[in-house]
């Protein structure tokens, strides 16, 4: 995509093309100020959503991170 200038009105809005915004698929933006220029990210309409199966296959099943705390739990007793 081509780089555009765009207008910052007086209420300090710009507006994105509608190229981006469609691709981008979201209403949201993350604007990172990094001193001498400006990031826009998109953000997810539904993080939750997004985010889901994010972890799957780094952490085990939920049975495997359960039997996990009761082993540590057990071992914390123990020691006691």
Known sequence: MAIRARKVTEGGQISLPAEVRNRWKTKHVRVEDRGDH?????????????A????????????????????????AEARR
């Open 38 to 50: 400006v990031v826009v990210r998109p953000l997810p309409d539904d993080p939750i959503a997004a």
């Open 52 to 75: 889901r199966g994010a972890l799957k296959g780094r952490l085990g099943s939920a049975t495997d991170l359960r039997a996990e705390a009761r082993r540590d739990e057990a071992a």
